[in-house]
Every structure is written in structure tokens, then in C-alpha cells.
């Protein structure tokens, strides 16, 4: 499975923050599992979400596109820079982005 798939199946089956605010307060409750973060994401965004990923041990993984790109995969008609997995549903991204 690609990881375009893999994100499009746990938006549409497992349960997903989107943007900065929603995925830094997950990330914070540890509540993510593995966030995903676009490219050309903000890099102030990008450092503070990456500051509390680490400190928390929360994977992160970078996007190969941009946050439209990612918004397209995600199935959303507008950019998404940002996303917090919270339940994976019927994927497997958190075990599959664990073995790259």
C-alpha cells in the first residue's frame, strides 16, 4: 500500500486531526500516534510541532508534496499542512512509516 492510500484509508476509517491547532493539542494530550506534516509546511508550525513530537515520542513523518497535495490526498478541498493520526482504522500508516 502507498502513502497516499494508507492516508486516505485512515481519513476515511480512523479518526485524523487536521491543521496546527487541532494537531499540537493532540500531540500534546498524546493523543497522536504519528503526525504527518506537508512539505512546505510553516516553518515556525513546523519546529513547534516537531519541539513537542520529539519531546513527547511521537513519530513524524514528512510528506513528500505540498499541503495541497496532501489536502487532495486527504480527500479535502482546501490544504492541509498538517495531520495528527489519532486511531488508524483499517490502515496500517504507523507501522508501515515505523519500518522506512
Known amino acids: 500500500m502507498s502513502i497516499e492510500r494508507a492516508i486516505r484509508v485512515v481519513v476515511e476509517t480512523g479518526k485524523v ?16 500516534k504519528l503526525v504527518i506534516v506537508a512539505e512546505n509546511c510553516p516553518r515556525d508550525l513546523r519546529e513547534d510541532l516537531e519541539y513537542y513530537a520529539k519531546t513527547l515520542g511521537i513519530d513524524l513523518y514528512e510528506f513528500k ?18 495531520l495528527g493520526v489519532v486511531e488508524e482504522g483499517e490502515s496500517n500508516i504507523v507501522e508501515m512509516l515505523r519500518r522506512k
Request: aromatic share 0%; charged share 25%.
Open 65 to 82: 508534496g505540498t499541503s495541497l497535495e496532501l489536502g487532495s490526498v486527504c480527500g479535502r478541498p482546501h490544504v492541509v499542512s498538517m
Open 17 to 32: 486531526t487536521m491543521g496546527h491547532r487541532e494537531t499540537l493539542r493532540a500531540v500534546k494530550n498524546k493523543e497522536a
